[in-house]
């Protein structure tokens, strides 16, 4: 099933459908709740299957050219260590492809998501690791930095 990340367009769509497939559920999709109960598995089976995911709860794969950051040996959010390799593998596991140079290919290849790749992430937020990604997201704790973290854009500049 990983061969379907070679189609990052197609998931492009998938996600986008999901999104809108899912919407209307919104007020039924909270943390804990029986929702999570049935999404947890299906997310582990499905994006497991797809993704080999990792289940952070803070899924960024449409930000990462359908590749999941948190297959990186080091766990690296936001970009390749500097330690690829010249033929495009991982200086930890030289028998690995770098997943930032996976993500790099496969994000020209998504006109919708792709430029999310040059955002820069805040780290994930270990404290939801194992929860549902759909409903973090949907219910906005996906999205709160984890404690003590502070924004590039929050940092107040005094000339």
Known sequence: MRWLQNYPHFLELAYDFTIQALRPFRRWLKPGGWAERVFVPAEHTGKGLIFN????????????????????????????????????????KPEMRCVWAQAWERSRHMPTYGHELFNVLPPVNRSLQGTSAWINDFTGA???????????????VVP
């Open 142 to 156: 996906a999205q709160q930095n984890p404690a003590g973290w502070v924004a590039a854009s929050d940092i107040q």
């Open 53 to 92: 995911c990792q289940m952070c709860g803070q899924c960024v794969l449409h930000s990462t050219g359908m590749t999941c950051p948190m297959n990186c040996p080091k766990n690296l959010r936001n970009g390749p260590c500097g330690g690829v390799r010249q033929n495009g593998h991982c200086e930890v």
